[in-house]
């Protein structure tokens, strides 16, 4: 049977505790099994909000919320709901102002799970939701005495047979992140410290793993439907873009963008494949899709301004390197059938290199270190070398 504890009543019961309860604040407490509760509402004539619901068993829930004692509205509000067993939940909000409340919502319906949130500053989102069992959600957002690390939005969906790890940081202004995680056992690390960044991540197979680090109005994707895939995104420079799909096994993407505006899209639906792109110039576009088979290899480094790169890799075993260090140069390599390898090298300005490679084995090398050069080289068959230096 459920006990309920009102408002009025848990004033009483946290003072015997040495827990506090600031004056205008408000605590509900719904318990039904051995469940432990501490709720500590302090430093406030504004006050803040707590719901704590357990119909589980051997759940824990503690939260801690404060403000700078001003206003007339609650600043703070905090609802976790554990209806399943041994499940861990610990929030702590403390606002800088009274402009907007910052909100904690964490929903744990499996069992072994540990949800912690630590909310600084004002205007903070963080929605976690467990259904699976013994995973971890961290979430932490802004900075304690900033006042400018306000407006930021976690989202956090741990299902499916559990024992995910999320760890969402976000120290800057206006930043969104959102990780869903299915099936089990899969790894998610975002942190955003600049303002306005964005980060999806999607890990629907099992034993995945992806790091997302963001510096300042930058925008990644990460969608792994495969197992025992790992995607690294880092873009440090401002207004970048980084959309990873993963459906492959055991392969690893490494998205590295240090320039502005640099956009880059990968496909890797291939097993036990390696794709790297590095662009550290401003304006660049790499388009690397690995549409089958397995073992590909796919290299890309633009430095320079306005770079445009494509690889297609169908079939097995395929090698791709484009090196872009000029301005406004084109690449596209597209390779059919196995055990083929193309470089390209573009350190002129405005050339064009097309690659099509359609069999076994062949080798394509082209270099253009002049300027609006353009070549085009085509090998089907097996065993052929061809070079081309601009």
């Known amino acids: 049977m459920k006990k309920v504890i009102s408002t009025v009543v848990l004033v009483s019961l946290l003072s015997i505790s040495g827990a506090v309860l600031a004056a205008n604040s408000s605590s509900t407490i719904i318990q039904g099994g051995d469940n432990t509760v501490d709720v500590a509402q302090t430093a406030s004539t504004t006050g803040s909000n707590s ?69 600084y500053d004002d205007e903070q ?63 998610a690390d975002v942190t955003q410290s600049g303002d306005a960044n964005s980060s999806d991540v999607k890990q629907g197979g099992a034993g995945n793993s992806a790091t997302v680090s963001q510096s300042s109005h930058n925008e990644s994707y990460v969608s792994q439907g495969g197992i025992g895939g790992s995607v690294w995104v880092m873009q440090i420079g401002e207004n970048n873009y980084s959309d990873v799909l993963q459906d492959g096994d ?43 088979g397995a073992g590909h290899g796919a290299v890309v480094d633009q430095s320079g301004l306005g770079n445009q ?39 002129g300005d405005n050339n064009r290199s097309y690659i099509n490679q359609d069999g076994k084995g062949n080798v394509a090398d082209v270099t253009q270190s002049t300027h609006g050069n353009v070549s085009t080289v085509n090998q089907v068959g097996s065993g052929n070398v061809a070079i081309v230096a601009q």
Request: proline share 0%; hydrophobic share 30%; aromatic share 4%.
């Open 51 to 119: 719901l704590v619901d357990q119909s589980g068993d051997f759940n824990t829930a503690t939260v801690t919320q404060a403000d700078d004692g001003t206003g007339t509205a609650f600043v703070n509000d905090s609802d976790i709901n554990q209806s399943g067993n041994d499940n861990t939940a610990t929030v702590y909000q403390t606002a800088e102002t009274v402009a907007v409340q910052n909100k904690s919502a964490i929903d744990q319906s499996g069992n072994g799970n540990t949800a912690t949130v630590t909310q």
């Open 125 to 187: 989102t963080s929605n976690v939701l467990q259904t699976g069992d013994n995973s971890i959600a961290n979430v932490e957002q802004g900075q304690a005495g900033n006042g400018a690390t306000y407006g930021n939005v976690s989202d956090v969906m741990q299902t499916g047979v559990g024992g995910h790890v999320a760890n969402v940081t976000q120290t800057g202004a206006a930043n969104k992140s959102v990780v869903d995680q299915t099936a089990d056992s899969a790894t």
């Open 250 to 292: 055991g392969s690893s993407v490494t998205v590295d963008q240090i320039g502005h505006a640099n956009k880059s899209y990968v496909t890797n639906l291939s097993g036990s494949s390696l794709i790297l792109v590095t662009q550290g110039g401003d304006e660049n576009t790499s388009t690397i899709n690995q549409n089958s």
């Open 309 to 347: 790169s494509l690889i297609s890799q169908d079939g097995e075993n395929h090698y791709a390197s484009v090196v872009q260090s000029g301005n406004h140069n084109l690449s596209e390599i597209l390779q059919y059938g196995a055990f083929n390898t193309a470089y390209v090298l573009q350190s």
